[in-house]
């Protein structure tokens, strides 16, 4: 993807609108006592059944990473370590959510693009996702996402 559109996709919409699918959760944590422990399962705080694990780590401010979608798969994002902007779209909304803490993930549905933007050095980010990896679900190109998104519609 070039330069230009990757910024122009980093900005997000003027509209305030949520966007479908997206939706940030705030993790339960150790209710007992003062030790930082988050946990996410299913049933509870994760809607889906978790099939994979994976985390983006070492990352530095700045770094992109993303700029794709996904045709069927559901993630739940965290920020376990520093910060993160991602810019979610849906080919008619765009929006940013601010990634900063354990105890916050974000949920993504299938048909969004998500740019993620690591806002520091060392960030990482743990994704809970409802599927093994599978190449054919992800389109990486935004045409064919927008072509993808209006004949889903
Ligand atoms: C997403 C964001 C948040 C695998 O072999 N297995 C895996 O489970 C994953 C996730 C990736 N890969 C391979 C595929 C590529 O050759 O690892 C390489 C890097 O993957 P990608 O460029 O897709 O990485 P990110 O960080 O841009 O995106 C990843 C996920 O792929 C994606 O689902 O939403 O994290």
Redesign the pocket.
């Known amino acids: 993807m070039g330069t230009i559109l990757r910024e122009h996709l980093l900005q997000p919409s003027a509209t305030s609108m949520d966007v479908p699918g997206v939706r940030l959760i705030t993790f339960p944590g150790n209710p007992s006592g003062p030790r930082n422990l988050t946990f996410a399962q299913h049933p509870g705080s994760c809607p889906f059944e978790i099939k ?1 694990v ?1 985390w ?1 780590h070492d990352l530095h401010g700045g770094a992109i ?4 979608a ?1 045709k069927t ?1 559901y ?1 739940l ?1 965290t920020a376990v370590t520093g910060a993160f902007e991602i810019v979610v779209d849906n080919g008619q909304i765009r929006r940013s959510f601010h990634l900063d803490r354990p105890t916050l993930g974000l949920l ?1 549905g299938p048909g969004l693009w ?1 740019v ?1 933007r690591a806002l520091c050095d060392g960030s990482a ?1 743990v ?1 809970l ?1 409802s599927a ?2 599978d ?1 054919d679900d ?1 389109i ?1 190109d935004y045409e064919c996402f927008k072509e993808y998104v209006d004949l889903n519609r």
């Open positions: 994979r994976y983006l990473r993303g700029s794709h996904h798969l993630q994002l993504l998500r993620i980010m994704v996702a093994c990896y190449e992800y990486r």
